[in-house]
């Protein structure tokens, strides 16, 4: 494919401008299981993150362990009317978690800066219902960052890798075609659906959820630890079609030099 402009760069919230390490879903998913009788790992509750809440949780319930549990409990299988419940039970607690994790990423501000001065337009994606991303955004905006269009995984038939929410995003702004879109997140859902819409795609990994730690933990980490966990989710997110893979948004103009002046590997 040609070299093209970008015109249009579309984040993640989580793990992606607020959130390092990607925490506020977390105690929300284990707090609400925990409620049904069904103790779930950090790990367990981390694993499908990017997808819409609803559907993270029927992937936990696809969990053996976590499937087992429900069952013995419960004494019947998990169904959709137990998703249901344990949504509803979640998204009080995700309002609440939320807004203990709504510090702006480090290099986001300025990122987002100088983006604009290029006459890029900002998007945002998440897989948060509305009611959970509505409080995030005014404090977002009151720390300087304002994307001009956001688009919630309820607001869509279905939420990533669906293409649906960036599709949302080119409307309301008027960006097309596809090529002149950069999708930028933490998660395998976040590169899924870029290269569903068609999109150029960014992985981050140092502040995403694939890393999973706060600024503190990973600066305790020695080089080679830091490392290791950089390529591990450098790799996942490759191997889902990213076309890049940054540790921190700090990176993300020079990627978008690269595109625009055809000097990439990742030739579309």
């Avoid at 599709?167 to 008027?174: D, H, K, V």
């Avoid at 600024?215 to 080089?223: G, H, S, W």
């Amino acid at each position: 494919m040609k070299p093209t402009k970008i015109e249009l760069v579309i984040f993640d919230w989580a793990g992606t401008t607020i959130d390092h390490g990607c925490f506020a879903p977390i105690s929300a998913f284990i707090k609400a299981f925990k409620a049904c009788g069904v103790e779930l790992t950090p790990a367990q509750a981390r694993g499908p993150m990017g997808l819409h809440k609803r559907d993270h949780i029927r992937c936990l319930f696809q969990i053996e362990e976590i499937a087992a549990q429900w069952k013995a409990i419960h004494q019947s299988p998990w169904s959709e009317s137990d998703v249901e419940h344990i949504y509803e039970t979640f998204t009080p607690l995700q309002v609440d978690e939320a807004q203990n994790y709504t510090d702006l990423i480090s290099g986001v501000s300025e990122t987002v800066s100088q983006l604009k001065e290029r006459g890029i337009k900002i998007g945002a994606t998440t897989g948060y219902p509305r009611i959970v991303l509505d409080p995030i955004l005014k404090t977002a905006e009151a720390q300087g960052y304002a994307p001009d269009f956001t688009m919630c995984a309820d607001e869509v038939p279905a939420g990533r890798p669906a293409p649906w929410m960036i599709y949302r995003n080119m409307e309301a702004l008027n960006i097309f075609p596809p090529d002149s879109v950069l999708k930028v997140g933490d998660t395998v859902p976040d590169i899924e659906a870029g290269i569903n819409a068609g999109t150029w795609t960014v992985g981050l990994t140092q502040t995403g959820s694939e890393v999973g730690l706060t600024v503190a933990e990973f600066d305790a980490l020695n080089n080679d630890q830091q490392h290791k966990l950089l390529q591990t989710a450098e790799t996942k997110l490759k191997n889902a079609g990213a076309h890049f893979v940054i540790p921190t948004l700090k990176e993300l103009p020079e990627i978008i030099n690269q595109i625009e002046s055809g000097e990439h590997e990742n030739g579309r």
